[in-house]
């Protein structure tokens, strides 16, 4: 469905002009405007971080208030524009983040990054208005097995519960962003009727949501059939935001972003080091990785306004938190710059 560039296309032609160095710092020139069209890249994509609240609810241990702070100031310092703080909600449902006041009230708000928190229900909405968020995020489910596992009611009543988020969303001015899970699949049922997607995404936007992301929860998803939701969903619900919500749990969550860009879709989902899951869906793994996607979006020619370096350093230091190495790739390989000493031997023949 997408095509790759071609190495040709990096080579000068006669009577073309050089082609400057990426100001990236990549080892690669900028793509050219023919180099883009093969792809049919974006200049600049907007990413979501969702690790302090989708990779931290699932840890083990309690992470400390603090810990959380500091690391979604580092994600601000690394130019993060969106951060998916916290969830507002019950602590009995999801102790890990019972501090979610405490976190959203301690961290410091750089201009140019939007806070957001994921919420349930009316309840939560209110709650996270109250601390100060920029934007609310709700969540359900394209199945009906999966929405009653994951919020213990059938989708028809959750999209009752959202109706009263989305008016608390318009009273206060803040940007509402329905999130639906299992949008390629679902771990109970199989696939999920296009039909069925089409319809609670028309709900959403009828009251009021101004964002739609599509979860691929489990890893089920595959670029060809990103791209047929997308050319299926997109022309109906003109305006609309999209963002593309990837696990990694077949090492698939890149590729089917690379067909969502080519659609258009220019905003997406990720996790500091590949943190994350679902619990109320088997075979659930971490969500893609920020860095690595960074890495990958930068060495395209691919804006994102983000400092890799300070981002591996934000890894680092959850790594340090959580007590353990993530599953990010480009943490352990460092990115495609990297240059490595010549073997003495080598050296000694090469200077012969």
Known sequence: MFGFMSASL???QPGQPAVPPSPRGSCYPEPTQEARRVMRLPERVTICEVGTRDGFQIEPDFIATDDKIDVVNRLS????????????VHPKAVPQLRD??????????RRGTRYAALVPNDKGASRAVDAGVDALHTVLSASESHNLANVNMPIAESIEKLRAVA??????GVHLQCGISTSFGCPFEGEVPLARLSSIVARLVEMGARG??????T????????????EALMPRFPGIEWTLHTHDTR?????NILAAMELGVTTFDASIGGLGGCPFAPGASGNVCTEDLVHCLHAMGVATGIDLDRLLDTSRRVEQIVGRALPGQIIKAGPSTRRYPVPDTVA???SA
Do not use: C, H, K, W
Not at 100 to 109: F, K, N, Q, S
Not at 167 to 172: F, M, S
């Open 10 to 12: 990096y080579e000068m």
């Open 77 to 88: 310092e690394a130019g993060v524009p969106r951060i998916e703080v916290t969830s507002f």
């Open 212 to 217: 739609i992301g599509l979860a691929d929860t």
């Open 348 to 350: 000694a023949r090469l």
């Open 251 to 255: 090492a698939m969550a890149i590729p």
């Open 100 to 109: 979610a006041e405490m976190v959203m009230a301690g961290i410091r708000r």
């Open 219 to 230: 890893g089920m998803a595959n670029p060809r059939q990103v791209s047929m939701v997308l």
């Open 167 to 172: 008016q608390i969303a318009r009273r206060a």
